[in-house]
């Protein structure tokens, strides 16, 4: 069975891709290990995950190590581009004028070059793991008792021309956001893998194309 180690930066990525990834991968003799980035030590060696500050000494160490593992044929990432720290490999083109998509490409470019090895896939959500639920707002609704808020969910949709993953990165309009703003009571770890597995990850890819594009490459590699 092929291995593939994919570092993500939270629980709710965690979830999702043992919960979702994991069971569409596994008929095809693929097994997905997703590993957090180790963010900090106690004196007591104890590994604390979250609250991504700084690339050279989170995210580069974690996967250079996962690179030295023979056992594994691949080594992907699952992070956030609303919450990159800025010392990320071209962190500027996130401010240069140019499509959401181009800026995206930009940084997973860098990132790819400055890893520089063939077993190593980038990926990094458009903008948030979040995005992705907008494939089916009416799945959204439908799991979060006491609110209906479909029609507000279906504008914001239409706003970024019906693709989830445009959705926009800023505090107060990360899709995250958004949906905290309708729906105080959501859970990303509950809800928001609740609503992924109603969807089903055949919508998911069909809806968000660069999400798509990195499951492409995982089954082919």
């Known amino acids: 069975m092929k291995k593939i180690h994919i570092l993500l930066e939270g629980p709710t990525e965690e979830k999702f891709v043992k919960e979702i990834l994991w069971p569409y991968f596994s008929p095809k003799s693929i097994h997905l290990n997703p590993i957090l980035v180790k963010t900090k030590k106690t004196a007591g060696a104890q590994d604390f995950k979250g609250g991504l500050t700084s690339y050279s000494s989170q995210i580069r160490p974690d996967i250079l190590r996962l690179l030295n593992d023979s056992s594994a044929e691949t080594i992907t990432t699952m992070l956030d581009y609303y919450g990159l720290p800025q010392n990320f490999p071209g962190y500027s083109a996130k401010s240069k004028n140019i499509t959401p998509q181009e800026k995206l490409a930009e940084l997973e470019t860098a990132l790819a070059n400055d890893i520089n090895s063939p077993k190593f896939i980038p990926y990094l ?97």
């Open 125 to 221: 959500q458009f903008h948030e793991f979040e995005a992705l639920l907008f494939s089916d707002p009416e799945m959204i609704d439908k799991n979060i008792i006491g609110e209906d808020k479909q029609q507000q969910l279906n504008r914001i949709l239409r706003e970024f021309g019906d693709n989830p993953e445009l959705i926009n990165d800023s505090p107060q309009t990360a899709p995250s956001k958004r949906l905290f703003s309708l729906y105080p009571d959501f859970k990303k770890t509950v809800n928001g893998i609740t609503i992924a597995k109603e969807i089903g990850l055949e919508k998911l890819r069909e809806k968000c194309s660069h999400f798509d594009e990195w499951i492409g490459k995982l089954l082919n590699k």
